[in-house]
């Protein structure tokens, strides 16, 4: 088994809320995809995260170029590059691994190889870190979240409140269009969007969209197709080589960093994700969360939602549903 560490010059770095990189607490993250083409800038965008004191890298290839490649940058985490066991000690596993799509083909399309290759990795994470909060990029992942549940439950380890869809990517695509449309600074805008990440499962909800901007009901249907269809743009861009990657990349790292500052109980971490939920009679449903010193620490409710909104939620439902079964059969029937 190769195992490579090196240890980088520790940069200084203020963190945003209070304390000093020296007294941050000890937080190892792993990345579990590394080398792939989300794995490898978020290894980057984690080594660059003060937050981060030790950064496991694992893939089931190239794993020791990136990670001697990502260790050089002058930062505080130390970087282990493992092509074995990444987990133990782990306070947050991120979750990259498995094939992209390519045009014309669904997330789902993705279940027959994801499937296998998300399993096997929870199992890992039950028997080595049974803790940490796992941040599931993997798609479909309105099927690879439950099929990672029942891992967990059967090896005895789950805790809802520690299981994580990364939707992310759908509110920064949200932000991002309807900054645009509503000529506001993106940096100041805030959109939830809740349901699944497949299609229309994906309901940003431009009612609670701040700062205002009373966007004509046109326009808010255009700016809801974008956001479903946002994953489909980029696929069809790269035209058969991978989806989105950068972005992606951003948006976890943007999760994990949100999922740290819970557990370093920073105040009022709020982000939307795929979580355990009684929000609607469906068992997972991404929404707003609140997040803490053990991971979930509140399943925010919808709020009202505009007529457009409350069909658009009738009409995700089947799907969203089916989706969550059929990785349940999976994880309980293989
Ligand atoms: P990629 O093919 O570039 O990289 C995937 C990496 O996973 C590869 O390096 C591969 O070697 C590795 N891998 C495969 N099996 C593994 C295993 N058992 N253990 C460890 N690593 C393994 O793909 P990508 O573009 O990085 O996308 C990865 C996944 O993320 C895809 O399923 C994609 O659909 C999904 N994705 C999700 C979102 C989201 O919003 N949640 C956004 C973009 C992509
Ligand atoms: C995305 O939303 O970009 C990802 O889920 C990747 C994809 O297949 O669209």
């Given at each position: 088994?190769?195992?490579?560490?090196a240890?980088?010059?520790?940069?200084?770095?203020?963190?945003?809320?209070?304390?000093?990189?020296?007294?941050?607490p000890?937080?190892?993250?792993?990345?579990?995809?590394?080398?792939?083409g989300?794995?490898?800038?978020?290894?980057?965008?984690?080594?660059?995260?003060?937050?981060?004191?030790?950064?496991?890298?694992?893939?089931?290839?190239?794993?020791?170029?990136?990670?001697?490649?990502?260790?050089?940058?002058?930062?505080?985490?130390?970087?282990?590059?493992?092509?074995?066991?990444?987990?133990?000690?782990?306070?947050?596993?991120?979750?990259?691994?498995?094939?992209?799509?390519?045009?014309?083909?669904?997330?789902?399309?993705?279940?027959?190889?994801?499937?296998?290759?998300?399993?096997?990795?929870?199992?890992?994470?039950?028997?080595?870190?049974?803790?940490?909060?796992?941040?599931?990029?993997?798609?479909?992942?309105?099927?690879?979240?439950?099929?990672?549940?029942?891992?967990?439950?059967?090896?005895?380890?789950?805790?809802?409140?520690?299981?994580?869809?990364?939707?992310?990517?759908?509110?920064?695509?949200?932000k991002?269009?309807?900054?645009?449309?509503?000529?506001?600074?993106?940096?100041?805008?805030?959109?939830?969007?809740?349901?699944?990440?497949?299609?229309?499962?994906?309901?940003?909800?431009?009612?609670?969209?701040?700062?205002?901007?009373?966007?004509?009901?046109?326009?808010?249907?255009?700016?809801?197709?974008?956001?479903?269809?946002?994953?489909?743009?980029?696929?069809?861009?790269?035209?058969?080589?991978?989806?989105?990657?950068?972005?992606?990349?951003?948006?976890?790292?943007?999760?994990?960093?949100?999922?740290?500052?819970?557990?370093?109980?920073?105040?009022?971490?709020?982000?939307?994700?795929?979580?355990?939920?009684?929000?609607t009679?469906?068992?997972?449903?991404?929404?707003?969360?609140?997040?803490?010193?053990?991971?979930?620490e509140?399943?925010?409710?919808?709020?009202?939602?505009?007529?457009?909104?409350?069909?658009?939620?009738?009409?995700?439902?089947?799907?969203?549903?089916?989706?969550?079964e059929?990785?349940?059969?999976?994880?309980?029937?293989?």
């Amino acid at each position: 088994m190769f195992r490579f560490v090196a240890r980088s010059a520790g940069g200084k770095h203020l963190l945003r809320r209070g304390y000093a990189t020296e007294s941050a607490p000890d937080r190892k993250v792993a990345v579990l995809g590394a080398a792939g083409g989300i794995g490898q800038p978020l290894a980057l965008l984690m080594k660059l995260n003060p937050l981060v004191s030790r950064l496991a890298l694992y893939d089931i290839a190239n794993t020791p170029g990136v990670a001697a490649d990502v260790c050089h940058v002058n930062t505080r985490s130390e970087v282990s590059g493992y092509l074995g066991q990444a987990l133990e000690g782990c306070d947050v596993v991120v979750i990259p691994a498995g094939v992209p799509r390519k045009p014309g083909m669904t997330r789902d399309d993705l279940f027959n190889i994801n499937a296998g290759i998300v399993k096997g990795l929870c199992a890992a994470i039950a028997k080595y870190c049974p803790n940490a909060l796992v941040n599931m990029i993997s798609n479909p992942v309105n099927s690879t979240v439950p099929i990672a549940a029942e891992v967990f439950k059967k090896a005895g380890t789950y805790d809802e409140k520690k299981l994580f869809g990364v939707t992310t990517l759908d509110v920064v695509r949200a932000k991002t269009f309807y900054a645009g449309k509503a000529k506001v600074n993106v940096a100041d805008v805030n959109v939830p969007v809740v349901g699944g990440h497949a299609g229309i499962t994906i309901l940003p909800l431009f009612s609670h969209a701040t700062p205002k901007a009373n966007l004509p009901e046109d326009d808010i249907k255009a700016l809801t197709k974008r956001t479903q269809d946002g994953g489909t743009e980029v696929v069809e861009a790269k035209a058969g080589k991978g989806s989105a990657t950068l972005s992606m990349a951003y948006a976890g790292a943007l999760f994990a960093d949100a999922c740290l500052k819970g557990l370093n109980g920073v105040p009022d971490v709020v982000e939307c994700s795929f979580v355990q939920s009684t929000v609607t009679e469906l068992p997972f449903f991404a929404s707003k969360v609140r997040l803490g010193k053990n991971g979930v620490e509140e399943v925010l409710g919808l709020g009202p939602l505009s007529d457009y909104e409350k069909e658009g939620l009738e009409k995700l439902k089947p799907e969203l549903k089916a989706s969550i079964e059929k990785g349940i059969n999976f994880a309980n029937k293989s």
